[in-house]
């Protein structure tokens, strides 16, 4: 089949509440912020003329959709298979049906354009695959020939070897490897603090938000002994002066 789209932009994501949950963020205000990593991501795709794609599991498409109602722009993929990097190869495989050129990213990456430019370039302009690193070891952009798709099989998140493995297993196989810039990504409350005052401003209110700890509720307080005892304000006047 002749692929429909010249660039493909697929993000790999859960709904944004799974993934503030998964994060231990606050899931009202922090889906927000993981929804406009979306947005940001639709923006750079759409500067560099690719398409997007969200590639979740298939009891969170429906999130997905509510969350873009005007998603007429974007392609859907729900994620198959048994393990991380299963869902990863499979939606691979079915993305490169549908583009001539396919990055694959994490909805918990925060947008690049830059890197994302300079990945489609590279594809363009003869590279067999493009890697990002990520700052823990990790990847945080991936494009691979279709050929070499059964090394994201192996992928598991939060492993520390990610990206070092996937670049030598390519340069094995003699394959001609760009590397783009490194992108970082947001696994929690900690790494978002640290990359706050890099965000864009539209990323940035969101992430303020995120970080903002949920105000505690005290019960309504109580006396704590009988109505009738209460001290009428008569009985805090002084007594009266002797005659």
């Known amino acids: 089949m002749r692929p429909v789209f010249d660039r493909l932009l697929v993000v790999f ?3 944004p509440r799974s993934e503030a949950r998964d994060k231990g963020l606050p899931e009202e205000p922090a889906s927000g912020f993981f929804g406009a990593i979306l947005q940001e991501w639709r923006e750079a795709a759409r500067l560099v003329g690719a398409r997007v794609a969200i590639s979740a599991p298939p009891e969170d498409l429906l999130a997905w959709r509510r969350t873009l109602p005007d998603a007429d722009d974007v392609s859907w993929i729900s994620q198959r298979g048994g393990s991380f990097g299963t869902r990863l ?6 993305a490169s049906r549908l583009a001539r050129h396919v990055v694959v990213t994490g909805g918990d990456v925060l947008p690049t354009p830059l890197a994302l430019c300079a990945a489609f370039g590279a594809l363009a302009s003869g590279a067999d695959a493009v890697i990002a690193p990520a700052p823990d070891g990790g990847v945080s952009l991936i494009a691979l020939p279709t050929r070499d798709l059964d090394l994201l099989r192996s992928i598991a998140p939060r492993r520390r070897d990610v990206f070092a493995r996937l670049r030598d297993a390519l340069r094995a196989r003699r394959r001609q490897v760009a590397v783009a ?8 409350r900690r790494q978002l603090r640290s990359v706050l005052q890099s965000l864009p401003a539209f990323l940035h209110a969101a992430a303020r938000r995120a970080l903002r700890r949920p105000r505690r509720v005290f019960p309504e307080l109580r006396f704590l002994f009988d109505p009738s005892d209460r001290i009428s304000p008569t009985s805090l006047r002084a007594p009266p002066a002797a005659a």
């Open 13 to 15: 994501a859960r709904a």
């Open 89 to 94: 190869e499979d939606t691979s495989r079915r």
């Open 181 to 188: 810039a490194t992108a970082s990504e947001v696994d929690g």
